[in-house]
């Protein structure tokens, strides 16, 4: 696993890094007390290991709360997919499957 663990300090930086290696950007809002943000941990292993375009990055709710509000999380876990910088292509509280998230991204 390679996620990459952000806060509010270094996030847009690490987040312009990854855009300007052409990567799809998946931002995972959770906890690591959270059964289900580790349920989806799973899930997001498998995608970042099988797709070299994909980076994800993990925030933590508790640490970045600002960064979380500023993202307008609810509930954990909630994934964030940006195509690009000016592009968010899918927003979704819960667990979800790796295929249907390979699906959405088009891979």
Partial sequence: MS????????FDEVLN?????GQIIILKF???YCDACIALDFELEE????HEKISVLEIDCGESEELSQKHG???????????NKNST????E?????V????IIGL
Avoid at 73 to 83: G, L
């Fill in 73 to 83: 999380i609810t509930q954990v876990p909630t994934i964030i997919i940006y195509e």
């Fill in 17 to 21: 890094e990854e855009f300007d290696k």
């Fill in 30 to 32: 959770g906890s690591e």
């Fill in 94 to 98: 819960g667990v979800m499957l790796a």
């Fill in 100 to 103: 249907d998230i390979e699906n």
């Fill in 3 to 10: 996620f990459i663990q952000v806060d509010e300090t270094d």
């Fill in 47 to 50: 995608i970042d290991d099988k």
């Fill in 89 to 92: 292509l899918w927003h979704k």
